[in-house]
T-cell receptor
Framework: KAGVTQTPRYLIKTRGQQVTLSCSPI?????VSWYQQTPGQGLQFLFE???????NKGNFPGRFSGRQFSNSRSEMNVSTLELGDSALYLC???????????FGPGTRLTVT | AQTVTQSQPEMSVQEAETVTLSCTYD???????LFWYKQPPSRQMILVIR??????QNATENRFSVNFQKAAKSFSLKISDSQLGDAAMYFC????????????FGSGTQLTVLP
């Protein structure tokens, strides 16, 4: 069974631009969660989607948004990029929630 | 708010020896789950072991076991017979069983395995 895939793996953007990251969960998994990992703040929960609905949201500004499609694939969007948004963005999928999450390899976003 | 604390930023262990990584957490919930995740240099997070708070028995997965002390809010990971492939950053994580089910991670412990 294929694992969680994330595209692109690496991305360089300029401050003020917007970016969209994609996550394809393991087949049959309906829950997708997103995390931001930085050296300073560590791993922080962004949001979780289940059956196309945002079920949980972390403490991030409205510039961070996401959505989930009917095939459970999820996208995360960050608008008006700031230097501090440079991070590794991890996506995780599970059958029904947080309890048994499988992570993707991450997307490394660099904002210049 | 729930917090997870890993007080050992770095640890090292000799190959084939045993090492214990510490984790404490703070919560007012009675029903929750605790995890240890491993993140090797590839950055891929891998679930090592999971513990349900309502279970008194400590979880075990091959060479990995936990010491779960609910009253003390402590959740340590013991790695037996350490192997070079165990070298990684280890994160302790918490989630409640309630509606706000999100993983809260500790700051991590970088484990080095010495040959």
């Amino acid at each position: 069974k294929a694992g969680v895939t994330q595209t692109p793996r690496y991305l360089i953007k300029t401050r003020g631009q917007q970016v969209t990251l994609s996550c394809s969960p393991i087949s049959g998994h309906r829950s997708v969660s997103w995390y931001q990992q930085t050296p300073g703040q560590g791993l922080q929960f962004l949001f979780e989607y289940f059956s196309e609905t945002q079920r949980n949201k972390g403490n991030f500004p409205g510039r961070f948004s996401g959505r989930q499609f009917s095939n459970s694939r999820s996208e995360m969007n960050v608008s008006t990029l700031e230097l501090g948004d440079s991070a590794l963005y991890l996506c995780a999928s599970s059958l029904s929630g947080i309890f048994e999450q499988y992570f993707g390899p991450g997307t490394r976003l660099t904002v210049t | 708010a729930q917090t997870v604390t890993q007080s050992q930023p770095e640890m090292s262990v000799q190959e084939a020896e045993t090492v214990t990584l510490s984790c404490t957490y703070d919560t007012s919930e009675s029903d929750y789950y605790l995890f240890w995740y491993k993140q090797p240099p590839s950055r891929q997070m891998i679930l090592v072991i999971r513990q349900e708070a309502y279970k008194q028995q400590n979880a075990t997965e091959n060479r990995f076991s936990v010491n779960f002390q609910k009253a003390a809010k402590s959740f340590s990971l013991k790695i037996s017979d350490s192997q070079l492939g165990d070298a990684a950053m280890y994160f302790c994580a918490y989630t409640s069983s309630g509606s706000a089910r999100q993983l809260t991670f500790g700051s991590g412990t970088q484990l080095t395995v010495l040959p």
